[in-house]
């Protein structure tokens, strides 16, 4: 990487100006065009995100205010990004971003974003040098999940030189009323202006990308920095508009075309990936023994040890704030909410949070499919338990038609993303996958109808789901392949014994936090 041969803003001109009648004659239409794109992405369902960064008193903040004048206030949120607080610090980093991020049709506006990280922190030091490679690589995969699932993300960046931001910091400085805007750091990033610049240059090198480029904006002149801003802005909104209505006119034939195929392709998973990877595939799921058992004593035994130890365990992962967050998914009827139930029966309930997935919400539909399960993540210390997951993506949304090829296809990497953002945030992750034969489900099914205090478990929809067991079986091989990783790694539980089943659940936990332990 040559950033002085690629560099940005040595080629920017701080010196372009606009005059006042010009300013004048063109801000009138430029507003009423903006306010008309905002109603036109309102209606169209488009989330937008907005992100203001810059050097210290180039104007962000009444760029924003000039911006949002011609905007219906009902449809628009400025988050004023600053220093993290506690509670997003026993987060993982993107949590805070991940929960700002607006539902379809809605404006985010962000003065200061994500990319806080790899400059005012890392400028503060209080961004290691060993976390930038990963602060980039999660920015990366951040703006890349959002703008592929919709979102348009306008990134500007604010540009004035070094003798520009110290007269305006000494203007400010001038008056009490103003004073306290200038911080320490803004004076300490000023005296080292050339270093802070080329972690600026390194952040429009990295990530400026064809579905979210930057557009440094020559803020010396304030009415010039205003006119790009809003011309920037009205081009985005306008070629998003653009490209859904070009969409929308073949959009029926092709949603009916996908599930179709989408369905064909299930099917014929097995085929399709040919040779060493047919292999794997057809073998992932049948590895497992489902003749594995405990006989009542032997399970009541080791059940009353595990628990005492997870008891134990969970205090400690506590006490030194470490997050868990263990995901199960597995056939209906496979055992999920009883091998839960024996592992939280022990467990301080201040300290865990179990969270039952269902099908999405009217609001959880209108932002991008991962943005309700980032905001149930743990903060540190405490686990997050998960019946049923993200990787509904995968299975019934792919083999029900809820989401498209391309959706389905793309989100074994975004899981992945985000499953190593919580490991990278020091975060055990497990994944336990239920499995039971065909023919044991049909027995608990049946169970379930003659017991009264069980028929509640039981629908119409289970039934149906089991005329598709082959589809799910080919989408579950993939998704184990694709998404078992050191760091966020599938278990296989062989759960025709029920016994069986939770017991390994609870030795896997116990396994894997004592091993945490271990390493922190």
Not at 282 to 304: H, I, N, P, Q
């Amino acid at each position: 990487m040559n950033l002085k041969e690629d560099a940005m803003l040595e080629k920017v001109d701080l010196t372009k100006k606009i005059s006042k009648e010009e300013y004048k004659a063109k801000m009138p239409q430029m507003e009423i065009e903006l306010g008309r794109l905002q109603r036109e992405c309102r209606e169209l369902k488009i989330p937008v995100m907005i992100v203001f960064e810059g050097f210290g008193a180039s104007g962000k903040g009444v760029q924003i205010g000039k911006l949002i004048q011609s905007m219906d206030p009902r449809g628009f949120q400025v988050f004023p990004i600053k220093a993290e607080t506690e509670d997003e610090r026993m987060h993982p980093f993107l949590w805070r971003f991940w929960t700002k991020t607006p539902e379809a049709g809605r404006i985010a506006i962000f003065d200061g974003s994500w990319y806080r990280k790899v400059l005012i922190d890392r400028f503060e030091k209080r961004t290691r040098e060993k976390e930038i490679e990963t602060a980039f690589h999660s920015i990366e995969a951040f703006e890349k999940q959002l703008t592929d699932g919709g979102t348009i993300l306008v990134k500007l960046l604010l540009d004035i030189d070094q003798k520009e931001q110290k007269k305006r910091f000494e203007k400010l400085l001038e008056k009490k009323e103003t004073a306290w805007r200038v911080s320490q750091g803004d004076r300490e990033r000023n005296a080292k202006y050339s270093e802070y610049a080329a972690m600026m240059e390194e952040v429009l090198y990295r990530s400026d990308t064809k579905s979210a480029p930057w557009t440094v904006i020559e803020a010396t002149d304030r009415r010039f920095a205003t006119v790009k801003i809003y011309m920037t802005v009205i081009h985005a909104l306008a070629e998003a508009v653009e490209a859904v209505q070009r969409r929308r006119m073949e959009e029926q034939a092709i949603k009916a075309a996908e599930q179709v195929s989408g369905q064909q392709e299930a099917a014929e998973i097995m085929r399709q990936a040919g040779g060493e990877l047919e292999m794997l595939q057809s073998s992932v799921l049948s590895r497992a023994d489902l003749t594995l058992a405990y006989g009542k004593e032997e399970y009541e035994k080791r059940l009353k040890k595990l628990q005492k130890k997870i008891e134990k365990l969970h205090g400690e992962v506590y006490r030194r704030r470490i997050p868990v967050v263990i995901g199960f998914e597995g056939w209906d009827a496979g055992g999920k909410g009883g091998a839960i139930k024996r592992l939280t029966e022990k467990m301080d309930p201040r300290g865990y949070v179990v969270n039952p997935t269902a099908a999405p919400t009217e609001v959880e539909k209108a932002h991008h499919y991962l943005w309700r399960f980032w905001k149930a993540m743990p903060k540190d210390g405490h686990i997050a338990i998960f019946d049923r997951t993200w990787y509904g993506r995968v299975m019934v949304e792919r083999i029900e038609g809820f989401s498209t090829a391309g959706e389905w296809q793309r989100a074994y990497q975004e899981i992945n993303d985000m499953e190593k953002d919580l490991y990278d945030a020091g975060a055990v992750v497990l994944k336990f996958w239920m499995q039971i034969d065909k023919d044991e489900q049909e027995r608990r099914f049946k169970e379930r109808q003659q017991n009264p205090e069980k028929q509640w478990k039981i629908t119409e929809e289970d039934w149906r789901n089991r005329e598709k067991w082959d589809l799910y079986e080919a989408a579950v091989n993939e998704m184990l392949l694709r998404t078992s990783t050191e760091y966020a790694p599938w278990i296989v539980v062989e759960g025709n014994d029920k016994y069986y089943a939770r017991i390994k659940v609870l030795e896997t936990v116990v396994n894997a936090l004592e091993r945490r332990l271990k390493e922190k």
